[in-house]
C-alpha cells in the first residue's frame, strides 16, 4: 500500500531533550515535506527537500532540523524542544515531474512538550 | 497578503443537502494547482479532489465537485448529499509551479463543516 509513515503517533517529552520524528514513504516520491499545525495558524512549512541530500528551510524552522540521506526517509529533529514547539506534524512526500500533485500525508505525531 | 482564503470559520447543514464550501485564491504563476483537503477529528490528511490551472473542465470525485472561476480566482467545494461522516474540517491549498515557487502546498485556515441529522 502506497503510503506515508510517521513515528511515534503521540509523543510527550520535556524541555532539552532532544528527539527524532520518523517519516518514511513507499512511493518513490522526490519531494518531502513538514508541517506543523497550529490552532488559528494552520498548517506551516517547516521544512522540505527536492531530493536527497537537497533541503531548505519552509516558513516557520527555527527549532528544527532535517536530513535526507535516502530518497525514502526525511526525519525531523528537535535537538532541543521547548514548550511552543507543542503541535501537530505532518510529513508528506509527492511527486515534482509532470503535473501538480498534491501531497500524501503521514498521520501526524501530536507532540507536547512539558 | 493571504495566498488562500477560506472566509467561513464554520458551516452547518442538514443531513443529505448540499453545501458549498469557500476559498479564493492569489497568485501571479500561470501554473498551480488548488486542492481540498478534509480533516476528521481524528487528524489525519485525506485528500478530496484536484483542479490544476489549465484544467477546463470543473474536477469532481464522487460527491465532491469543484467549482473553479479562474477569473475571480476562487476554487469552492461542493459537497452533494451530505452525511455525517463529513463533519470535519476541510482545508483548501494551493500548489503554484513556478521557479522559485519550492511546490510549497500553501493552506487556507479551514472551514468546520458539522452535519447535522
Known amino acids: 500500500e502506497a503510503q506515508v509513515t510517521q513515528n511515534p503517533r503521540y509523543l510527550i517529552t520535556v524541555t532539552g531533550k532532544k528527539l527524532t520524528v520518523t517519516c518514511s514513504q513507499n512511493?518513490?516520491?522526490?519531494?518531502m515535506s513538514w508541517y506543523r499545525q497550529d490552532p488559528g495558524l494552520g498548517l506551516r512549512q517547516i521544512y522540505y527537500?527536492?531530493?536527497?541530500?537537497?533541503?531548505d528551510k519552509g516558513d516557520v524552522p527555527e527549532g528544527y532540523k532535517v536530513s535526507r540521506k535516502e530518497k525514502r526517509n526525511f526525519p525531523l529533529i528537535l535537538e532541543s524542544p521547548s514548550p511552543n514547539q507543542t503541535s501537530l506534524y505532518f510529513c508528506?512526500?509527492?511527486?515534482?515531474?509532470?503535473?501538480?500533485?498534491?501531497?500524501?500525508f503521514g498521520s501526524g505525531t501530536r507532540l507536547t512538550v512539558v | 497578503a493571504q495566498k488562500i482564503t477560506q472566509t467561513q470559520p464554520g458551516m452547518f447543514v442538514q443531513e443529505k443537502e448540499a453545501v458549498t464550501l469557500d476559498c479564493t485564491y492569489d497568485?501571479?504563476?500561470?501554473?498551480?494547482?488548488l486542492f481540498w483537503y478534509k480533516q476528521p477529528s481524528s487528524g489525519e490528511m485525506i485528500f478530496l479532489i484536484y483542479?490544476?490551472?489549465?484544467?477546463?473542465q470543473n474536477a469532481t470525485e464522487g460527491r465532491y465537485s469543484l467549482n473553479f472561476q479562474k477569473a475571480r480566482k476562487s476554487a469552492n467545494l461542493v459537497i452533494s448529499a451530505s452525511q455525517l461522516g463529513d463533519s470535519a474540517m476541510y482545508f483548501c491549498?494551493?500548489?503554484?509551479?513556478?521557479?522559485?515557487?519550492?511546490?510549497?502546498?500553501?493552506f487556507g485556515k479551514g472551514t468546520l463543516l458539522t452535519v447535522n441529522p
Open positions: 527537500s527536492m531530493n536527497v541530500e537537497v533541503t
Open positions: 508528506a512526500s509527492s511527486l515534482l515531474t509532470g503535473r501538480l500533485y498534491g501531497y500524501t
Open positions: 512511493m518513490n516520491h522526490e519531494y
Open positions: 483542479q490544476g490551472s489549465y484544467d477546463q
Open positions: 491549498a494551493m500548489r503554484e509551479g513556478g521557479l522559485g515557487s519550492n511546490y510549497k502546498l500553501t
Open positions: 497568485t501571479s504563476d500561470p501554473s498551480y494547482g
